[in-house]
């Protein structure tokens, strides 16, 4: 264990320049904690809607709330890996859009939003971790600034994205990675391109949905699971994949909404074999804050 330390330090020496003190991906000495090599390494995927729920009015903005998001999970990735230092240090961190955008600059920005430790030399990772922060706050900046000012509401195909794509993008099969989902939406699931329905289930989640189906009362519950309403799961097993569902926001007029997006949510989940969920309002950064630290610690 000497030499990993003193390997350590001439690797944060080697790359320090200057008389500004850079972070290094140095192991925490804490004697009470799990060794570096016992560790879960996490493997964070973000699901962003891009759909007109990022023009709500608010204030601090929508916007403003996800890149306060993204900053919150940046850190706790990061003093993760910092726990084990440079060479254990396989972490995964990404961003993505689904569907893809189809404004070609939002999509090159969008390739930048990406972080694999696993496929990093150590002088890499140590880039990637002092520029982190910036470079992510700088380029969904930039996608949310283009995808306001084009009015091009792409939106988020949630449903799709369980059905074809989470297995691959969000899901590390490796036993020393800790897999987690932060899904950032208003909780309304709807696409042109996943307009099924079957019954009382559907690929969509809309307000006029609940409305329709009669949900919209005191009632909804008994209606709800006697009729066997819901989303229409998926025949895939997400028994090793946590996912946690971020800025619900119901329609202002229809709060009871609330309760059925979290019903409905809940159920498609349990029925995917989701491993654990949890589904959070939107709120002030500060308070998400809270519970994205809480998440990680518990």
């Known amino acids: 264990m000497k030499y990993f330390y003193l390997i350590i330090v001439i690797i944060s020496i080697g790359c320090s320049s200057g008389s500004q003190k850079e972070e290094v991906i140095a192991p925490e000495n804490n004697s009470s904690a799990k060794s570096n090599s016992q560790l879960e390494q996490l493997n964070i995927t973000v699901l962003l809607d891009l759909s007109d729920?990022?023009?709500?009015e608010g204030t601090p903005t929508q916007?403003?709330?996800?890149?306060?998001?993204?900053?919150?999970?940046?850190?706790?990735f990061k003093e993760n890996n910092k726990k084990r230092g440079?060479?254990?240090?396989?972490?995964?961190?990404?961003?993505l859009f689904s569907p893809a955008p189809s404004n070609s600059n939002v999509n090159t920005l969008a390739s930048n939003l990406s972080v694999d430790f696993s496929k990093m030399d150590n002088k890499q990772k140590k880039d990637a971790f002092d520029n982190m922060e910036s470079n992510f706050s700088t380029s969904l900046g930039e996608i949310?600034?283009?995808?306001?000012?084009?009015?091009?509401?792409?939106?988020?195909?949630?449903?799709?994205?369980?059905k074809f794509d989470a297995k691959d993008f969000s899901i590390d099969q490796s036993s020393d990675y800790r897999n987690i989902l932060f899904i950032v939406t208003d909780g309304y699931i709807y696409h042109d391109n996943s307009k099924k329905k079957n019954g009382n289930r559907s690929s969509y989640l809309t307000g006029p949905l609940?409305?329709?189906?009669?949900?919209r009362n005191k009632d909804w519950k008994s209606k709800f699971e006697s009729g066997d309403y819901g989303l229409i799961a998926h025949a895939v097993d997400y028994s090793d994949l946590e996912i946690v569902v971020l800025e619900v926001n119901p329609n202002s007029s229809n709060m009871?909404?609330?309760?059925?997006?979290?019903?409905y949510l809940d159920k498609w989940f349990t029925e995917m074999n989701v491993s654990k969920s949890l589904i959070y309002n939107s709120d002030l950064p500060e308070n998400t804050k809270i519970r994205i630290d809480n998440y990680f610690n518990n």
């Open 256 to 263: 009871e909404d609330e309760d059925l997006i979290r019903a």
């Open 86 to 95: 440079a060479f254990l240090a396989k972490g995964k961190f990404k961003i």
């Open 210 to 215: 609940l409305q329709s189906a009669g949900l």
């Open 53 to 56: 729920r990022v023009v709500k």
């Open 144 to 162: 949310y600034s283009q995808t306001i000012a084009s009015k091009d509401w792409s939106g988020s195909d949630i449903w799709r994205f369980f």
């Open 63 to 76: 916007s403003e709330k996800d890149l306060a998001i993204i900053n919150t999970l940046v850190t706790a």
